[in-house]
């Protein structure tokens, strides 16, 4: 089993649609919950960075941690073309530590 | 602000040969980081450097390796390569210290014939 396990998709959605990203890990050290856009031919982008179990909310995105389920979720509302990418769900032990584990990632294509 | 560069973007070797990569992190930044990135693994981690040592490696063999110099610019060398260290090679700079939030440079794509 895969320390991290994210649905690679692909995932095709039209604009205005809400969509929901997700991620599962098994190793219950993971304290640091990142997501990570990346568009092609770049390198990724931090979108979200989470501590813990919780929620938080930067304009349409929302980041979810579940550390009871060892589930991680991100929702886009409101979803642009612009939104377009593949996004990357990241964890770590630690923080200050540079040393995460990503999952495959998960290609989502917005629809005009 | 100059963000993270890497060079060169794509290169071509053949088995056997190595190759060199290098990063410019952002200013002010101690540490780097080198992830590979493939279709069928993803993102793996690579090694991390801070103030020119080794501070954190992954599970690659030996035939990785990098360095840091004194400005924080790093580079990491595949010696003896074979055809499946095929990737884009990226390269990611932090303060290294406190919260783990990593800024990529876009990649060095590396293909083995």
């Known amino acids: 089993q895969k320390e991290v396990e994210q649905d690679p998709g692909p995932l095709s959605v039209p604009e205005g649609a809400i969509v929901s990203l997700n991620c599962t890990y098994s190793n219950s050290a993971f304290q640091y919950f990142m997501w990570y856009r990346q568009y092609s031919r770049k390198g990724p982008e931090l979108l979200m960075y989470t501590y813990s179990s919780g929620n938080k909310e930067d304009g349409r995105f929302t980041a979810q941690v579940d550390k009871s389920s060892k589930y991680i979720s991100l929702f886009i509302r409101d979803s642009q073309p612009s939104d377009s990418a593949t996004y990357l769900c990241?964890?770590?032990?630690?923080?200050?530590?540079?040393?995460?584990?990503f999952g495959k990632g998960t290609k989502l294509t917005v629809n005009p | 602000k100059a963000g993270v560069t890497q060079t060169p973007r794509y290169l071509i070797k053949t088995r056997g040969q190595q190759v060199t990569l290098s990063c410019s992190p952002i200013s002010g930044h101690r540490s780097v980081s080198w992830y590979q990135q493939t279709p069928g693994q993803g993102l793996q981690f690579l090694f991390e450097?801070?103030?020119?040592?080794?501070?954190n490696k992954g599970n690659f063999p030996g035939r990785f390796s990098g360095r840091q110099f004194s400005n924080s610019r790093s580079e990491m060398n595949v010696s003896t390569l074979e055809l499946g260290d095929s990737a884009l090679y990226l390269c990611?700079?932090?303060?290294?210290?406190?919260?783990?939030?990593?800024?990529f440079g876009a990649g060095s794509r590396l293909t083995v014939l």
């Open positions: 990611a700079s932090s303060s290294g210290s406190g919260a783990n939030v990593l800024t």
């Open positions: 990241a964890m770590s032990e630690r923080g200050g530590s540079e040393k995460l584990v």
């Open positions: 450097y801070f103030s020119e040592t080794q501070r």
